[in-house]
T-cell receptor, first 111, second 114 residues
Framework: GDSVTQMEGPVTLSEEAFLTINCTYTATGYPSLFWYVQYPGEGLQLLLKATKADDKGSNKGFEATYRKETTSFHLEKGSVQVSDSAVYFCALNTNAGKSTFGDGTTLTVKP | GAGVSQSPRYKVAKRGQDVALRCDPISGHVSLFWYQQALGQGPEFLTYFQNEAQLDKSGLPSDRFFAERPEGSVSTLKIQRTQQEDSAVYLC????????????FGQGTRLTVV
């Protein structure tokens, strides 16, 4: 079946540091890939997405590139802020509609 | 409202009680999903509706779990004879698409079974 494996946390960085959160997947067919973010006390929000190989999703300074050859969708940001502290979930979605999520990576950014 | 609304936000149930969790999707959204999120884990798919039709219920963990969406809008997830392992956050999501690729999530209902 479909599965998503993401980097275990927690991750603690200083403000303005570079962020990478690794995500790899296993899927039948050609999934769409997503990063969701969950800020403290809030629901899951879509951060970015990519629907086909080599697509790059980007939003709020975050980027991720759909790499079919390595079945990966790593999340990056060049300079994190305290306000980026949250839990980040990698997910995939096939034509079946339902999404498969990773277990989440908690990011804490310290001033 | 503008987003997916779930109620109650918190529910404490005694083991063996029945509970009903409500989801109000974004108006006009065709697709609706329920997910279960255990502490420290990602959401796990439970069931999927397209309008009032339940197209996939493969994720429901037992026959104690039942979901409905009778008029193709509001949905209710019912858990009968709750057990401690049912304690989790239950998330509802909706999508405007018949073949949904992106879902909009509610804040969830945190169920604690004592």
């Amino acid at each position: 079946g479909d599965s998503v494996t993401q980097m275990e946390g927690p991750v603690t960085l200083s403000e303005e540091a570079f962020l990478t959160i690794n995500c790899t997947y296993t899927a039948t067919g050609y999934p769409s890939l997503f990063w969701y973010v969950q800020y403290p006390g809030e629901g899951l929000q879509l951060l970015l997405k990519a629907t086909k190989a080599d697509d790059k999703g980007s939003n709020k300074g975050f980027e991720a590139t759909y790499r079919k050859e390595t079945t990966s969708f790593h999340l990056e940001k060049g300079s994190v802020q305290v306000s980026d502290s949250a839990v980040y979930f990698c997910a995939l979605n096939t034509n079946a509609g339902k999404s498969t999520f990773g277990d989440g990576t908690t990011l804490t950014v310290k001033p | 409202g503008a987003g997916v609304s779930q109620s109650p936000r918190y529910k404490v149930a005694k083991r063996g009680q029945d509970v009903a969790l409500r989801c109000d999707p974004i108006s006009g959204h065709v697709s609706l999903f329920w997910y279960q999120q255990a502490l420290g884990q990602g959401p796990e798919f439970l069931t999927y509706f397209q309008n009032e039709a339940q197209l996939d219920k493969s994720g429901l963990p037992s026959d104690r779990f039942f979901a409905e969406r009778p008029e193709g809008s509001v949905s209710t997830l019912k858990i009968q004879r709750t057990q401690q392992e049912d304690s989790a956050v239950y998330l509802c999501a909706s999508s405007p698409d018949r073949v949904p690729f992106q879902a909009f999530f509610g804040q969830g209902t945190r169920l604690t079974v004592v």
